[in-house]
């Protein structure tokens, strides 16, 4: 084993004051200067031997394998670390930057000659029906902008890290708190649906269950002082993923309070683990939202009104949580002990894997491509909008990935695994599907597995098989690249490479 050193830096990406930018992460859309929070990427170093890893976390909705592959060719012209050494992920935070998106298909998908405008509603209208966005019509900084401004500040951050990496020591442990649960409801008809109601008498259960753990890594510098957490937990940043405003949603929380706590040189690296049938509310105890929301599918019937959390749609759920988090993180700490380790074994590798393309049947494409031609003749006369594009993006997703599996029919994803001391560390770039992660630490031969979603790239939600029959959102065959036959491969090949390093 070989010393070890650490590096961390955090960058702000909150707009200046006045430059309103747009939200990604719902079908309706939103414009905004307001913060609620300050929004930022954090990069955490690490070299050990011959080995290095630099992590970074960003404040944003997702990561583009664009936005992965142009920070990586920017970091390599300012340092010696090697560009296959770089994870990038997303807290999946539902209130940060739209940005240019366009580009980033897979190469296999490029070199294939695929036009990426089949299958999007815009292109199969006539010219006069053709949605126009509120970004352009609206002083803001436009897509292409974000993107050239978010791959400057994710490279800033990332060589900083690489820079200040300084001797230091490590701690790794384990803590419990209660932040995601199951957002997918099961019905007497087989039928399933994301944010379903449960107060109905058809309800039968949740179609997952939650995973309360939190995989915790302390850095302390070279007198045992602490430097940073990295906190791994599976749920996605989306306590406020409806409202109007730039918030890095919980993660904001934890980092105020463990600061407040321990002054403000600790950095937060906030990690999202397997998370993709997960949220932050309580579907049984359901409690509504403070004030109006825009999404059809939160509106309930005859609310009960519930004695349970805040509402997990507003900053009142979201301190609530931060709470929860920081508080635990910060037990955890106090019972430590003077364990202190500053040599470990590293061992990073990438590799990329072969999953089967999730595909429509000829019946499926002809009903969506139906559904589309009558939606065009009754709405003849007018632009579609942004509530056209939610309504319509399922069987304009079919029709998509009908013509897409035409050209391809398998899809290649990069993930990385790496072995830290007795820790695992194992990447994918989807919204992955709890049991998928629960498969993967129950059967992992480290003594801690970290699993990082949304990670260098960007391919959509990889659903089970029993979410694919009970369909809806997150489940729809174009909502993801692959299905459960490719979740079933992606777990094989991730614990083969994970047992093998140890």
């Known amino acids: 084993?070989?010393?070890?050193?650490?590096?961390?830096?955090?960058?702000?990406?909150?707009p200046k004051k006045g430059t309103k930018i747009g939200l990604a992460g719902q079908f309706f859309e939103r414009i905004t200067d307001e913060v609620e929070s300050p929004i930022s990427v954090t990069a955490f170093a690490l070299?050990?031997?011959?080995d290095q890893m630099v992590i970074a976390s960003c404040d944003l909705v997702a990561i583009g394998v664009n936005l992965y592959d142009k920070v990586k060719e920017m970091v390599s012209s300012k340092t010696d670390l090697a560009p296959e050494k770089i994870i990038i992920s997303a807290i999946h935070t539902h209130t940060s930057y739209v940005y240019t998106r366009t580009g980033c298909l897979s190469k296999k998908v490029q070199e294939a000659g695929f036009d990426d405008s089949l299958g999007s509603l815009k292109y199969m209208v006539p010219p006069e029906m053709a949605y126009q966005p509120l970004v352009s019509n609206e002083k803001s900084m436009d897509p292409d902008a974000a993107f050239e401004f978010l791959a400057e500040k994710v490279t800033e951050a990332i060589v900083s890290a690489w820079n200040n990496r300084k001797p230091s020591y490590y701690q790794n442990a384990f803590g419990r708190a209660v932040v995601g649960m199951c957002r997918r409801v099961c019905y007497d008809d087989g039928s399933a649906k994301m944010w379903g109601d449960t107060n109905l008498a058809n309800f039968e259960a949740l179609e997952a269950g939650n995973d309360s753990g939190i995989e915790l890594i302390y850095t302390f510098d070279e007198n045992k002082q602490l430097s940073g957490v990295i906190a791994n937990i599976a749920c996605p940043a989306q306590v406020v993923e409806h409202r109007s405003y730039i918030s890095s949603d919980y993660w904001g929380k934890v980092k105020a309070n463990l600061r407040a706590k321990y002054g403000d040189h600790i950095q937060v690296l906030g990690l999202c683990s397997a998370a993709g049938d997960q949220c932050p509310r309580d579907m049984?105890?359901?409690v509504e939202p403070e004030s109006y929301i825009d999404d059809p599918n939160i509106k309930r019937a005859n609310v009960i009104e519930r004695?349970?959390?805040p509402s997990m749609f507003d900053v009142s759920g979201l301190k609530l949580v931060g709470k929860r988090i920081s508080n635990e993180i910060i037990s955890v700490f106090e019972e430590l002990g003077d364990d202190f380790k500053d040599e470990s074994l590293l061992v990073h590798e990438n590799y990329t894997i072969t999953l089967p393309l999730r595909t429509v049947t000829i019946a499926e494409y002809n009903n969506a491509v139906e559904i589309i031609d009558k939606f065009i003749e009754k709405n003849r006369?007018?632009?579609?909008?942004?509530?056209?594009?939610?309504?319509?993006?399922?069987y304009s997703g079919t029709i998509r990935r009908y013509h897409l599996q035409q050209r391809i029919n398998t899809w290649d994803t990069e993930i990385h695994i790496v072995r830290f001391g007795d820790i695992a560390i194992a990447t994918n770039p989807f919204e992955l599907f709890l049991d998928y992660g629960n498969q993967i630490r129950a059967r992992s031969?480290?003594?801690q597995t970290f699993i990082i979603q949304l990670a260098c790239g960007s391919a959509g939600y990889l659903p089970t098989e029993k979410a694919e029959k009970g369909s809806h959102y997150s489940a729809y065959v174009s909502g993801g690249n692959t299905g459960h036959v490719g979740g079933n491969l992606l777990v094989r090949e991730t614990l083969e490479r994970i047992n093998n390093k140890f």
């Open 1 to 14: 084993m070989a010393k070890i050193k650490i590096g961390w830096s955090e960058v702000d990406i909150t």
């Open 445 to 447: 031969k480290a003594k």
């Open 381 to 394: 006369g007018r632009r579609i909008s942004f509530e056209d594009n939610a309504l319509m993006h399922v």
């Open 47 to 50: 070299e050990s031997g011959d």
């Open 307 to 309: 004695r349970a959390d």
């Open 284 to 286: 049984i105890r359901w």
